[in-house]
């Protein structure tokens, strides 16, 4: 089944803390042979909703896709009624960016609710204009006192589970949406550009599970075309498009925007692709990712092209959003003695540790794509993550890890805590020198949530080199259970604006809350 998005009335509602306008992409999809009467009209379409990114206490980045070229206009608010509105004149979109658009939102108040709208404008005629679409997101507050809270998790639409419509499709973001947080963090793997979507998919109790499909999901992803077929797919569901237009994102990438396990300089031998530099493959899967995510860094008009950065969100947080993919070494099996690439490249790790040092945030935040004791596999003998399986002192990546633990501790750096998604099940880690091979390090934890809309898989064996202690996991029992046989997951933060705890919790689609940390304020390490 082949779908599009179409666009429905603006009714208004109220959700949660504070109203907000609903969106003009917000309903079930409709498909694509289908002309709704408002595009016979020749006027531009939003029909894939909206997105806010990298939401400050002053700034956030607003995007829109459009179905032709057109003018983005956008109105801001400090009420759904828009009196007062503040007009913010976008950028022109056409087909060098599949017809997406991004504009900065700069001067805003803090800790508030901003309501907006984004208006499509025939650029040959500015009074053509498009249905608005609505949306809403929070400030992050200027007052420690105020607060934050937010959710992360990763994977969507891998192992061949995409938007199922007998299941409601994405239904995990429509529970994520109603917690309404103040943003979302997502720890990769957006898309599987290397992963079929197939019309249906029998499982092993004789269930038979059917996606929604379309051209670009039906083989690997190789060109731009279809890089961006895979970005636009997920924006197919209903409850995404929802999600997108109240929750503002965080978004880093991973292995599968591109293709799995890659590195930097790898010539592929999978017959399925015809492009073998993958070296090609990211430039055109990074093409399409900064016109499909709103990243201040990505952004035309102030980035520099990279996907790490820090997302500064008030006195108690700073998101440290790291990019282990593009500057990595060759997977290997580790046991280099000398190694200052590592997984996040020379020029990355000083930029963090400098980053980190600044920082006055009562807590930083390390957003890894990849978790950093988890023995992850690559083939028979080369490992994709930190971990090699060495119960031993660092070799390979670990040394650049070590590094930057040491780092953290003798410069006293207080409030470091790591989150994670990627091995698609859900576990909490206790870093702590006692347990470990390497000892100059102050304790610190490791949270992991995920998938959000892909298989499970079960849980990777532990390296003790940095002790950690598996203090929770859930994860099923065999490879690749599906979305309807597994619960998939997401995590929760939780900061008191009054004490500066900060609690953790690991969710399970559903409602249930599987396991709970209160981590303390002020302390290098615990």
């Known amino acids: 089944m082949s779908y599009l998005p179409r666009i429905p009335s603006p009714d208004r509602r109220t959700v949660l803390r504070g109203s907000l306008a609903a969106s003009a992409a917000l309903t079930l999809p409709l498909t694509a042979t289908a002309a709704p ?19 400050t206490a002053s700034s956030a980045l607003v995007w829109v896709r459009s179905d032709r070229p057109a003018r983005m206009i956008v109105e801001t608010s ?24 991004t504009t900065p939102l700069y001067g805003l108040p803090a800790g508030e609710q901003v309501h907006y709208r984004v208006t499509l404008a025939d650029p040959d005629d500015p009074r053509r204009t498009g249905e608005p679409v609505y949306g809403t997101f929070r400030t992050a507050p200027a007052r420690r006192r105020d607060g934050v809270r937010f959710l992360w998790s990763g994977d969507i639409a891998g192992q061949g589970w995409g938007i199922n419509p007998d299941v409601g499709g994405y239904r995990v973001y429509d529970e994520m949406r109603r917690l309404d947080p103040d943003f979302f963090l997502c720890s990769g793997d957006n898309i599987y550009a290397d992963g079929v979507i197939e019309p249906s998919v029998t499982l092993p109790d004789g269930r038979v599970w059917r996606n929604v499909t379309t051209e670009e ?16 797919y997920n924006l197919l569901d209903d409850n995404l498009r929802k999600f997108n237009a109240q929750v503002p994102s965080i978004i880093q990438w991973d292995d599968h925007e591109v293709r799995n396990n890659w590195y930097p300089g790898q010539i592929l031998d999978d017959v399925r692709y015809t492009e073998k530099n993958v070296d090609v493959l990211a430039a ?64 990355q790790l000083d930029w963090l540790k400098r980053e980190l040092s600044r920082s006055r945030a009562v807590w930083k935040v390390i957003a890894a794509d990849m978790p950093l004791g988890l023995v992850v596999t ?33 410069r006293r750096i207080t409030g470091t805590l790591w989150l994670t998604a990627d091995v698609h099940y859900t576990s909490a880690q206790h870093y702590a020198p006692e347990r470990a091979a390497f000892k100059d390090f102050a304790p610190f934890w490791e949270f992991v949530s995920g998938p959000l809309a892909a298989g499970g898989f079960p849980a990777n064996a532990l390296d003790s080199t940095f002790g950690p202690d598996q203090v929770f996991v859930r994860a099923p029992d065999r490879a690749n259970v599906s979305p309807m046989e597994s619960p998939q997951f997401f995590g929760e933060v939780d900061i008191d604006g009054d004490s500066g705890e900060l609690t953790v919790r690991l969710r399970a689609q559903g409602g249930s809350v599987l396991f709970s940390k209160v981590l303390q304020p002020g302390s290098v390490g615990q």
């Open 378 to 410: 690559d083939g028979a003998t080369d490992f994709e993550a930190v971990a090699q399986s060495d119960p031993g002192a660092p070799l390979g990546r670990e040394l650049q890890i070590a590094e930057l633990l040491r780092f953290i501790k003798h």
């Open 78 to 101: 400090a009420t759904e009624s828009f009196r007062r509105a503040r007009t913010w004149h976008g950028p022109l979109m056409g087909s060098g960016t599949d017809f997406t658009g």
């Open 284 to 347: 055109r899967s990074m093409r399409a990712f900064r016109e499909y995510f709103p990243v201040s860094t990505l952004h035309e008009s102030s980035g520099d092209g990279r996907v790490h950065r820090v997302v500064r969100h008030g006195p108690l947080l700073d998101v440290f959003v790291l990019d282990m993919r593009s500057f990595r070494n060759a997977n290997s099996p580790g046991r280099q003695p000398d190694d200052t690439t590592g997984i996040l490249g020379a020029e």
């Open 217 to 232: 999901k039906a083989k690997v992803a190789e060109t731009l075309a279809e890089y961006r077929g895979n970005f636009r």
């Open 37 to 55: 009467a408002f595009a016979l009209s020749g006027r531009p379409r939003a029909a894939w909703g909206v997105q806010v990114g990298d939401v």
